[in-house]
């Protein structure tokens, strides 16, 4: 058993009540001053790198954003934590498909990405690989023909 | 350092960061964009006063569209920077907030301050701040009940005089005519006076009945208002959220029903953590994407602090052995949780209990105070380990929840910043006819060149362990 004096214990017992109250304040306080001088807080606050990765997370506003200096053709790294473990190597569409949301794809070509034939094979087995309906639904809206998937290689 | 040093340094340092946070979210499309529209092609602050009067059958808001002409008019005189001052002003009203809390506290010894590092978890963790925080409309009116209703209550724990009543009746009509749950600063200010602090007098109480009195008289034979009835909004009723519709069908012939369980659900809320809006989330069917470790640790700390408040309100004075509740903050946290749950009673919204879920920290930091002296003298020596290691427990939960609002805040940037794609042309229709749009490309460009921010990045099961998905 811990023997604890009335001396120690006082200060333990207002350390346990004051401590998380004091990490929390310096944590934020100085995330605070981070994001006033530089528009960047130091805690929960990433920010997507590249135009896939903005795709990948449903990251609109980047994507309309970074779509003005960025090749919306070109594979980048990206990570998706909430649909892949690891990072993949992908481009703007094929992110907009990993995103699961229709809604994104069409952004992302509305922004300058190209979709020939090729592509939207790729795209479209990228989204049976998923089995999201509503991405695979959105691209038969523009190629209904029969999927045939054999050869493609799916990038993650 | 001393404890007042301290308790400053740690307001400062909290108030930076929920400001900061707040400051970073941009003007939102819904709720905001069309308000500032109408409000900035009205010709002056009189004009937009009486486009408030007139604004809506049920809601007498009309500092709401004076406030914005006025944000506007700074906005326009410093080259059209609309979320520098609306988002300024917002973060402003949020720092204020956190200065006057610690104010009316005024922690003086070590106890005090260490009491004053949990209520402030309490505060910024609760589930009723982070409305406060997260979205304007375009100002966020429930922020500014809470702190009239602080302000309120610290004039009447003052010294008073004719100023101190002046300030008080000034308050009153400001905040009733912010928003309906201005009409607590009434409440607030009585249950202080009954509980014996006198800094606002009772002539001043007398002309704020009196002011509530023209209110109600403007109110339904001026302008012919009348009352929110069923169905008006979305409201939750046992582990649903039901629609207008559902309402409606289900509560068309009961309204005092629905109007009964709100009300009461409303109370709830603050010291309990729920319901939310009405709905009973924590049991509603097992969600696996949410696992119920963020009700636990919600409902356990909000459980904690509520015994901790319970026992503090239990006890009896030293010196002349009357019951805590009597006391001025106690007291004011009733009336606040009771008249704001009333005035909530069409429909549940955490918004409308924010500036009880103050007070409820404030009657915290008392409680917490008071609870540490007495651990402190009467805890046997067997069991003071495991006192420690329980209080580390429970302020560490309260901890998880504070920083739990800034991940909702950085959250509310990234979905205020999506908007001004998603609800734009051509994915949605304009949130505003293109010919009276003459603020909303501003604030378009504007929107996305702020806050990025995407809480999608982060490890996904941060969010559900703060109950989001």
């Known amino acids: 058993m811990i023997d604890l004096t009335a001396r120690r214990f006082r200060v333990l017992v207002t350390a346990a009540i004051a401590l998380p109250g004091i990490v929390v304040a310096l944590l934020t306080g100085l995330s605070g001053v981070s994001a006033f001088l530089a528009d960047r807080p130091l805690i929960l606050a990433p920010v997507p790198r ?51 949301r229709a809604y994104m794809i069409r952004l992302v070509r509305d922004r300058g990405a190209r979709l020939d034939a ?27 023909s029969p999927l045939n998937c054999d050869g493609v290689k799916i990038p993650y | 350092m001393s404890p007042r040093a301290a308790a400053w340094l740690l307001t400062a340092l909290l108030a930076l960061a929920v400001s900061a946070s707040v400051f970073r979210i941009p003007i939102q499309v819904s709720d905001s964009a069309e308000i500032l529209e109408s409000v900035d092609a009205t010709p002056s602050v009189t004009a937009a006063f009486v486009q408030g009067l007139q604004a809506s059958r ?12 006025m944000l506007l008019a700074a906005a326009h005189a410093i080259g059209d920077r609309y979320n520098l001052v609306f988002r300024g002003f917002h973060a402003a009203a949020a720092a204020l907030l956190i ?17 004053l590092c949990f209520a402030m978890l309490v505060l910024t963790g609760l589930h009723t701040f982070g409305g406060m925080m997260r979205e304007a409309y375009p100002v966020n009116h429930f922020l500014l009940i809470a702190i009239y209703g602080l302000a309120a209550f610290a004039l009447a724990e003052s010294r008073g005089g004719i100023l101190v009543d002046a300030a008080a009746c000034v308050i009153f009509v400001v905040a009733s005519l912010t928003l ?27 002309a704020m009945a009196a002011l509530a009195a023209g209110y109600v008289v403007l109110r339904v034979a001026g302008l012919h208002m009348v009352g929110n009835t069923v169905g008006e909004r979305q409201t939750g009723f046992g582990t649903e959220m039901l629609t207008t519709s559902e309402l409606r069908a289900r509560f068309g012939g009961t309204p005092w029903l629905l109007y009964a369980y709100t009300i009461v659900c409303s109370m709830l809320t603050v010291p309990f953590s729920q319901p939310v809006a009405g709905q009973w989330t924590a049991f509603a069917p097992w969600d696996p994407l949410a696992p119920p470790l963020f009700f636990l640790n919600d409902i356990g700390t909000s459980l904690a602090a509520t015994a901790v408040i319970a026992w503090y309100m239990a006890r009896r004075r030293p010196h002349d052995g009357r019951r805590r509740w009597l006391d001025p903050a106690p007291l004011a946290m009733l009336a606040t949780l009771a008249g704001s749950a009333v005035l909530s009673y069409a429909y549940a919204k955490s918004e409308i209990m924010s500036a009880a879920g103050v007070f409820y920290a404030l009657v915290t930091y ?85 806050g990025r921010t995407n809480p999608y990045l982060l490890w996904p099961p941060y969010a559900r362990l703060w109950g989001e998905n």
Not at chain 1, 75 to 82: N, S, T, Y
Not at chain 2, 183 to 206: D, K, M, Q, Y
């Open chain 2, 366 to 450: 008392l409680a917490v105070r008071e609870l540490a002296e007495v651990l402190i003298t009467k805890t046997r020596p067997s069991m003071r380990a495991t006192v420690v290691l329980a209080v580390l427990f429970v302020s560490t939960a309260w901890g998880w929840r504070a920083m739990g609002l800034q991940y909702r805040l950085q959250r509310g940037a990234f979905e205020a910043r999506s908007e001004w794609v998603l609800r734009m042309p051509p994915y949605s229709g304009p949130p505003i006819p293109s010919s009276a749009a003459r603020l909303t490309p501003r604030l378009h460009d504007e929107a996305l060149h702020r």
């Open chain 2, 180 to 206: 309906e749950s201005g009409l607590v600063v009434l409440a607030i200010a009585i249950a202080a006076h009954v509980s014996g602090a006198r800094g606002i007098s009772r002539n001043a109480l007398v």
């Open chain 1, 118 to 144: 090729e592509r939207l094979r790729t795209l479209r087995c990228i989204a049976q690989a998923r089995k999201d309906r509503g991405t695979i639904a959105y691209l038969a809206e523009i190629d209904a």
């Open chain 2, 99 to 115: 200065v006057l809390f610690t104010y009316v506290a005024r922690p003086r010894d070590w106890s005090g301050v260490a009491a």
């Open chain 2, 58 to 69: 049920t809601m007498l808001r009309p500092m709401r569209q004076t406030v914005t002409k």
């Open chain 1, 50 to 100: 590249t135009a896939a990765e903005a795709a990948g997370n449903r990251d609109v506003a980047d994507v309309v954003v970074m779509s003005e200096a960025t090749d919306m053709d070109r594979p980048a790294p990206a990570r998706i934590p909430l649909r892949l473990h690891e990072p993949a190597m992908l481009t703007p569409l094929e992110a907009a498909v990993v995103s699961e």
